[in-house]
């Protein structure tokens, strides 16, 4: 991942932190994102057997995605504003151990309302994590790796959908979707222990008050354009990507091992494409954008065609991994650029818009998909991201950066 060096956030003390104790606490970040990432998108890959296991339907299982999604956009200006007093470490280690309560009593629920307000719960701490993270990673190592961090953290986004989520439908189809969320408890419980011994104490930097945080889409053209273009993007792609397993299911006649097979190739695509990104923003951060979201457009017609075959359906999910892992590094280089000297705050507004339209596209998709058949989810996939490559190509320069 490459960045403007000025995106930095700036020092809490007049001393670096020694690189020994710095890298181990950003192997801590990078595992907190795969739990949180993982956790956040597990129902993707388990939506036919918990709608089975509960009496309800796909529709009413991707609300799992829609409730954590709402919670995490809606909230974390708030609460990221709100704790902009409070020790970064501190205030990580309480995410996670609500991660750890909540996925232990959704493996333990009775009844879905409680599931899904244990994922509501789930949802802010989520947001605030994505919000915090990353400056956090780069505020621990030296200020000349500082964008080396970013980028290895945005790499759990990497390993949660190569391994991850494929693994959580591996677990489901050895025992049951309760068991793989009981995991999942144990899985942050540990990562929760590796944070609080490995990261240091980091005072909040950066964070500024909610009236300033929601003033700057209105200040700066530049992250508002961003912004719309993330919107089309991530309501497009999760509007489809969360219906996958019914859709192959119910045209593939797919079994528990091929999805398992389809949502790993899907996170390998995504690992090359995060590759690729990471190359190809150097020269054009929208230029990247603009040309993964085609791949993407190309894939999904591509899973309309010959997705109905086996190979068709690998074939449709490598290249949209693929197109993903470039457009989702592109669009955080955007939002960085636009407003480096507000970190916190512009994450904050990504995170808002990002897992806002992760919760619309599912409830979307899943409208479509009762009412009008899975099949519709992905031609309105395809829409809305012909909607963000036009806002893309149409409104912006050619933006580079420059290596760190």
């Given at each position: 991942m490459t960045v403007h060096e000025e995106t930095?956030?700036?020092a809490t003390s007049g001393e670096p932190v020694p690189p020994v104790r710095g890298w181990p606490g950003v192997a801590a970040i990078t595992a907190s994102l795969f739990v949180f990432l993982t956790t956040e998108l597990m129902p993707i890959g388990l939506l036919t057997p918990i709608g089975e296991s509960l009496g309800v339907s796909v529709g009413a299982v991707g609300l799992m995605v829609t409730a954590q999604g709402v919670a995490a956009g809606l909230g974390v200006p708030f609460i990221v504003a709100w704790s902009r007093r409070v020790d970064r470490r501190r205030l990580l280690t309480a995410l996670l151990v609500v991660l750890v309560i909540g996925n232990l009593i959704t493996s333990i629920a009775p009844n879905y309302p409680l599931i899904l307000g244990t994922r509501l719960v789930m949802g802010f701490a989520s947001g605030v994590f994505w919000a915090i993270g990353v400056s956090m990673a780069m505020r621990i190592v030296p200020e000349r790796h500082a964008n080396r961090a970013a980028a290895v953290v945005m790499s759990g986004i990497s390993v949660a959908t190569v391994v991850g989520i494929p693994l959580g439908t591996l677990l489901e189809s050895a025992g049951d979707w309760r068991t793989t969320f009981l995991i999942w408890s144990g899985l942050s419980a540990l990562v929760l222990l590796a944070v609080a011994v490995t990261v240091p104490s980091l005072p909040s930097a950066n964070a500024v008050p909610v009236r300033e945080v929601f003033g700057l889409?209105?200040?700066?053209?530049?992250l508002r354009v961003?912004?719309?273009?993330?919107?089309?993007?991530?309501?497009?792609?999760?509007?489809?990507?969360?219906?996958v397993r019914p859709y192959l299911e119910q045209g593939a006649s797919a079994t528990a091992g091929f999805i398992t097979?389809?949502?790993v190739v899907f996170g390998i695509g995504g690992a090359v494409g995060n590759f690729?990104?990471?190359?190809t923003v150097e020269r054009s951060m929208r230029g990247s954008f603009v040309v993964g979201g085609l791949i993407m457009i190309a894939a999904l017609v591509l899973l309309l065609t010959v997705g109905t075959g086996r190979i068709g359906g690998i074939v449709a999910m490598i290249l949209w991994g693929l197109a993903f892992g470039v457009v989702q590094l592109s669009q955080i280089n955007l939002t960085l650029s636009a407003a480096p000297e507000a970190f916190e705050a512009t994450m904050s507004l990504n995170t808002m818009a990002y897992n806002t339209c992760i919760a619309l596209g599912a409830l979307i998709g899943g409208l479509f998909a009762d009412h009008v058949g899975v099949t519709s989810v992905v031609l309105f996939g395809i829409v809305l991201v012909a909607l963000a490559v036009i806002v893309g190509a149409a409104t912006g320069r050619?933006?580079?950066t420059r290596a760190s």
């Open positions: 930095n956030p700036p889409p209105f200040r700066n053209v530049r961003v912004l719309i273009m993330v919107v089309f993007f991530v309501l497009g792609h999760f509007g489809a990507y969360t219906f097979v389809v949502l690729i990104g990471g190359r050619r933006t580079t």
